[in-house]
């Protein structure tokens, strides 16, 4: 895109630099001004010798009028190919800079996949599979630990957790023998 402006004319740029894309836009967006000033130039030009045709035929010099009226015509040409140059440079200058839109657009995109590429790397599939059973482990314990709270056990488990109940509490409370000999007496 650095040289894709060729060489218009009056565009100035330095022998082995290629100009910047925003450079040659301006060069190209110059070139069309130029171009719509020698236009208007054109059109006066041409209102101007319409005039002095018809003056010319008036004082009966139709010699000097049809060479004034080629010559018109002539411009009129130019005209035509002034329009086609200021329509393909036009057309240029929407081409580049929907061209940077584009390359902004890349630019963005490279980078966005360069930043989810890191986060991959950080984080591998075996790493998310491993959590993901991790959470859900965690998530069926917590289910049951709430159905055990809500009340939700079968007559089975309730016996279940009651016999094992008085199994603890049985070894919690071994109570030592009585003795079977009198008690001594106290001494005063």
Same mark, same amino acid.
């Given at each position: ?13 330095? !022998?082995g630099?290629?100009?910047?894309? $925003? +450079?040659s =836009?301006?060069?190209?967006k110059?070139?069309? #001004?130029?171009l719509k &000033?020698?236009?208007?130039?054109i059109?006066l030009s041409?209102?101007r010798?319409r005039?002095l045709a018809?003056q010319l035929?008036? *004082?009966?010099?139709? %010699?000097?009028a049809? =060479?004034?009226?080629?010559?018109k015509?002539?411009?009129e &040409?130019?005209l035509?190919?002034?329009?086609? &140059?200021i329509?393909?440079?036009?057309r240029?200058?929407?081409d580049?800079e929907?061209?940077? /839109? %584009?390359?902004?657009v890349? %630019?963005? =995109?490279?980078i ?9 790397? +950080?984080?591998? /599939?075996?790493e +998310?599979e491993?959590?993901i059973?991790?959470?859900?482990d965690?998530?069926e314990?917590?289910?049951?630990i #709430?159905e055990?709270l809500?009340?939700?056990l ?5 016996d $279940? /957790?009651?016999?094992?109940l008085? /199994?603890?509490?049985?070894? &919690?409370?071994?109570?030592? *023998? +009585?003795?079977?000999?009198p =008690? !001594?007496?106290e001494v005063?």
């Open positions: 895109l650095g040289g894709c402006t060729g060489r218009l004319r009056g565009a100035r740029s330095r !022998p630099r290629d100009p910047s894309p $925003a +450079v =836009l301006q060069q190209l110059q070139q069309r #001004d130029k &000033q020698y236009q208007k130039r059109n041409l209102e010798e005039a018809r035929l008036k *004082e009966g010099k139709k %010699e000097k049809m =060479l004034l009226l080629k010559k015509r002539y411009q &040409q130019l035509d190919k002034t329009d086609n &140059q329509s393909n440079l036009e240029m200058v929407q580049i929907f061209t940077q /839109i %584009e390359m902004k890349i %630019e963005g =995109l490279k966005g996949n360069e930043c989810l590429n890191k986060m991959h790397q +950080v984080m591998s /599939i075996e +998310v491993r959590i059973g991790e959470t859900q965690a998530v314990y917590q289910r049951q #709430d055990i809500a009340g939700s079968t007559e089975e488990d309730e $279940a /957790i009651l016999e094992e008085n /199994i603890i509490t049985q070894e &919690q409370m071994e109570l030592p *023998e +009585v003795p079977s000999e =008690l !001594p007496e005063p």
